[in-house]
């Protein structure tokens, strides 16, 4: 039998067809796979930890509900990514949504970060960070949200510039610009000191139960 475990290193399009084959296990994989691109995307929106999560999760449920459509045009990931994109604006457009800052009680103390490359052996580098990543936070939820998307995608989410600018809707001369103007925004002191692919973690504690729930609403339906 099929596990989820088993398919860690096989590529989107194989484990999308497995599930639409009904596998439904494995859709966990694409899960856990995904759950810190779209955290970051939600966060950087504007929305707060927990609005993130939710977004997150009728996302997921979207995916599923519609993957046998997915056509392979563009990557998997851009493809998940404007549908959480769109989950964002429509939000914000029903509810008139305002930014919410980060909130110190989202990220636990001891809890470990889906993935890192986490050298920080010393407690008083991790303190410092971690104040750091507020700041940097804070300093983000001040660029308008076009420029901040961009950034989003290019300097947290690993995007590419095409990817960017199908993910967003918008040319890919508009992304370099924006990238360039986002980046000017941000005060320099900042940005030199602070690596922004580790902005907003995505904690395993919540990886578990995003999955956990996710999960279980698929195999209600």
């Known amino acids: 039998m099929t596990t989820a475990k ?60 519609n993957l046998a459509k997915f056509e392979n045009r563009s990557s998997f990931k851009t493809w998940i990514t404007k549908i959480m994109v769109n989950h964002c604006f429509q939000k914000r457009q029903k509810f008139s949504y305002k930014n919410e800052m980060p909130s110190e009680e989202v990220l636990h103390e001891k809890s470990t970060p889906m993935y890192t490359e986490n050298n920080h052996t010393d407690t008083e580098k991790i303190t410092v960070n971690r104040e750091l990543s507020h700041v940097l936070e804070s300093a983000l ?17 690993g995007f590419n510039v095409a990817e960017t600018a199908d993910a967003l809707s918008i040319t890919e001369s508009n992304v370099k610009v924006r990238l360039n103007r986002a980046k000017a925004m941000l005060r320099n002191e900042v940005e030199k000191t602070y690596s922004a692919a580790d902005l907003y973690e995505f904690n395993l504690i919540y990886c578990d139960a995003l999955v956990k729930n996710v999960m279980e609403h698929i195999r209600a339906l």
């Open 141 to 157: 939820q001040q660029i308008p949200l076009e420029y901040r998307m961009v950034f989003s995608m290019r300097e947290m989410n």
């Open 6 to 65: 088993s398919w860690e290193q096989y590529p989107d399009t194989e484990i999308i067809q497995k599930i639409v084959r009904g596998e439904i296990a494995l859709f966990e994989m694409l899960i856990r796979r995904y759950n810190p691109f779209l955290y970051k995307t939600g966060r950087s929106y504007g929305y707060n930890h927990q609005d993130a999560q939710d977004l997150m999760q009728e996302t997921y449920i979207n995916v599923y509900l």
